[in-house]
């Protein structure tokens, strides 16, 4: 099946700082999602993103179908931006079975 | 907005018991899914149905099985619970189609003792 890996594992930023996460699958998708899963386990739709660029606040992502990966930025991070960010990705149609990454556990100290 | 609910956000159950699991759905979506989330191992698919009762397996349905006997509601089944289903349950749901996004319920923490 399909892999896909997240960098990095873990993140400690201080407040104000801005970071990248990254999500690289190893075949093509036709869906990509980031999600933030909050400190009372809680995940949240931050973007569907299967190409392209959006942007939503001080959070913005990238997909690059061809080249297979996505890039997550967050500006100016704030402590609750604090969590573990998952890329998830989809191949296929109508049954939308996801393939998680394992997640990137961010950290953001006042 | 969409609303997935679960029944329980903390569940404790004795091994060998029957424990459902309920997924409640308000935006009349086709798809829905229960996952499991441990500890270094990232969230994993147990079953999936993409329409009222039909369900699949995903990729851990072992001591598991399901239930959809209407649109908005999907059941996750321990038959008999064992501590090594001590975990976060995650319920999710989605429209049909390739380009969807999927949206999560609050999630369960089931302790086995």
């Known amino acids: 099946g399909i892999q896909v890996e997240q960098s990095p594992p873990d993140l400690i930023l201080q407040e104000g700082a801005n970071s990248t996460l990254r999500c690289n699958f190893s075949?093509?998708?036709?869906?990509l999602q980031w999600f933030h899963q909050n400190p009372w386990g809680q995940l949240i739709n931050l973007f569907y993103i299967p190409s392209g660029t959006k942007q939503n606040g001080r959070l913005s992502a990238t997909t690059v179908a061809t080249e297979r990966y996505s890039l997550l930025y967050i500006s100016s991070s704030q402590t609750t931006d604090s969590g573990v960010y998952f890329c998830?990705?989809?191949?296929?149609?109508?049954?939308?079975?996801?393939?998680f990454g394992d997640g990137t556990t961010l950290t953001v100290k006042p | 907005d969409v609303k997935v609910t679960q029944s329980s956000r903390y569940l404790v159950k004795r091994t060998g018991e029957k424990v459902f699991l309920e997924c409640v759905q308000d935006m009349d979506h086709e798809n829905m899914f229960w996952y499991r989330q441990d500890p270094g191992l990232g969230l994993r698919l147990i079953y999936f149905s993409y329409d009222v009762k039909m369900k699949e397996k995903g990729d851990i349905p072992e001591g598991y099985s399901v239930s959809r006997e209407k649109k908005e509601r999907f059941s996750l089944i321990l038959e008999s619970a064992s501590t090594n289903q001590t975990s976060m349950y995650l319920c999710?749901?989605?429209?049909?189609?390739?380009?969807?996004?999927?949206?999560f319920g609050p999630g369960t923490r089931l302790l086995v003792l």
């Open positions: 075949d093509s998708v036709n869906n």
């Open positions: 999710a749901s989605k429209l049909a189609g390739g380009r969807e996004t999927q949206y």
């Open positions: 998830a990705v989809e191949r296929g149609t109508n049954a939308g079975k996801s393939t």
